[in-house]
C-alpha cells in the first residue's frame, strides 16, 4: 500500500467526522443485504453469470462507508470487492470515491497492491444529486487500471439518471446511462486475422451504454425484507440485451 493512498483513507476520515458534525451521543446506521442473481450485470455490461453478492453499508451522520462483492459460481467468472466512502448532505447533493477491485486483472490476483502501473484496483470518484423525483450521478476515474492504449490516464467518465416509479403494486425504476467520451482501451489478438482489435471500457467515443428498466417487490418479515426483482438492461453501444432475476435479504438496524 502507497504512502498517497493510506493519506487519501487519513483525508477521508478527516472529512467524514468533519462534514458529519459528529455528536458523542450518536448512534451509527447498519444494514446488511445479500442477493443472488441470474447474471451480474454492471453499467450496461456482463460481468458473470449466476452470482452471490453480499453487501454492508455503515452510515452516520451522513457520512457512509459500504462494501460491496460478487463472487460467480461459474470459476471463470471474477471476483470482485468495492470499497465506497462518501457522505449524504440533508438536501440530496452526496459525493464519494469508490475503490474497485477484481481478479483477472493482475497475474497474482493480489489486493493490497496499488502501484499505478500495475495495481488491479480502479479508483474512482462521484458527485450526483437525489430528490422524490430521481437521481444524476456522475462518475470518474482518476488511478489505477484505467488507461488509454498510450498508458495515460484515462478518466473513464459515466452519467447516469434514474427515474423512480410505482405501477401494478411494484417498485419501479427507469435507469439511462453514458458516457461523453472514450474510455479505456485496450487491445485484443485476433488469430482469425492475425492482426489486433481495440477494446474499450466504456466507448470509443460520446455514446449511451446502458438503458435499463428493473421491477422489485419487497416482501417483509419480522424486519427482514426480502426483495424479489427482475430487470431489462440494455446496452445500444454494444447492441446487447440482457434479463436477469434475483432475490435478496436485507436486514437494517
Known sequence: MTHRFVKTIVLMVGMWLVAGNVQAQSQPEAEVQADLVSKYLWRGMEKGGISLQPQAKLSWQGAYVKLFGSTGFNKNDEDEIDLSLGYEFPFGLNIGVIDYWQTGI????????????????????????????????????????DTKINGKQAYSTYIELTVPFRLGGLDWTAKAGITPMESAGWTVPDYSTLSESLNYFYANGPACIMAAVRATK????????????????????????????????????
Not at 115 to 138: D, F
Not at 234 to 245: F, H, L
Open 218 to 253: 419487497n416482501l417483509k418479515l419480522r424486519g427482514v425484507t426480502l426483495p424479489i426483482f427482475a430487470k431489462l438492461n440494455t446496452n445500444p453501444y454494444m447492441q446487447t440485451a440482457y434479463i436477469m432475476g434475483g432475490i435478496g435479504v436485507k436486514v437494517s438496524k
Open 106 to 145: 493482475e497475474p497474482n490476483n493480489v489486493y493490497f497492491g496499488y502501484n499505478k502501473q500495475t495495481t488491479a484496483h480502479r479508483l474512482e470518484g462521484n458527485i450526483g444529486y437525489t430528490c422524490r423525483y430521481g437521481s444524476v450521478q456522475a462518475y470518474c476515474m482518476f488511478y489505477g487500471h
